[in-house]
């Protein structure tokens, strides 16, 4: 079956470093990618998304790289702060009216300060 | 602006009980989506609203399990005579609507504890 997981469950970094998150997605149908970070106690936040027609996006500190060729993606956080620290997910979407969105597992992000 | 919101934040019933959750999602927002996470694990996915008519119930796990949406806004996730096993924290998530699924903002979800 098509599968999306995450490469690594634990990533820990200095404070200042860039993290770099990745995952991996099996289905080649996929034409949307999100990413989103879920801090203790609360609900995933949106963090950024990405679309097939794309290879790079960038927003606040944030960069979604995506590899059609390798079914690959990554997150990378630059300066990372202590509120960084999370589990991080990331989901695909398949092309298809009724294509839902299915989730990673999730890496968890330390910040060592 | 607001989030979405849920309620209540945290349940505790006996097993065999009923229990009602409730989403208000972001206002504007078209589609609603109900996932449910497990301990240590990723979303799995519930049902989906798009208006009040929900497109996509595969989701759901039982028979006890059922959802409504009212007015376009708020949802109410229901289940009926409660399991251990269904022990998880619910998310309610939103979106614009147009494609589905692009773009959900959730909730702070629903810690449901069945003893």
């Known amino acids: 079956g098509e599968s999306v997981g995450l490469h690594l469950p634990t990533l820990s970094v200095q404070e200042g470093d860039n993290s770099i998150i990745n995952c991996a997605y099996s289905?080649?149908?996929?034409?949307?990618f999100i990413w989103y970070k879920q801090e203790s106690g609360k609900g995933p936040q949106f963090i950024i998304d990405?679309?097939?027609?794309?290879d790079k996006r960038q927003g606040q500190r944030v960069t979604v790289l995506l590899n059609k060729t390798v079914k690959h993606l990554s997150l990378q956080i630059a300066a990372t702060q202590p509120g960084d620290s999370a589990v991080y997910f990331c989901a695909e979407r398949a092309s298809g009216a009724n294509s839902k969105l299915t989730f990673g597992k999730g890496i968890t992000l330390s910040v060592r300060p | 602006g607001a989030g979405v919101s849920q309620s209540p934040s945290n349940k505790v019933t006996e097993k065999g009980k009923d229990v009602e959750l409730r989403c208000d999602p972001i206002?504007?927002?078209?589609?609603l989506y109900w996932y449910r996470q497990s301990l240590g694990q990723g979303l799995e996915f519930l049902i989906y609203f798009q208006g009040n008519s929900a497109p996509d119930k595969s989701g759901l796990p039982s028979d006890r399990f059922s959802a409504e949406r009212t007015g376009g806004s708020v949802s109410t996730l229901t289940i009926q005579r409660t399991q251990q096993e269904d022990s998880a924290v619910y998310l309610c998530?939103?979106?614009?609507?147009?494609?589905?699924?692009?773009?959900?903002?959730f909730g702070p979800g629903t810690r449901l504890t069945v003893t």
């Open positions: 990405i679309r097939s027609n794309m």
């Open positions: 289905n080649s149908a996929s034409d949307y």
């Open positions: 206002s504007g927002h078209t589609a």
């Open positions: 998530a939103s979106s614009k609507g147009g494609t589905p699924f692009y773009e959900q903002y």
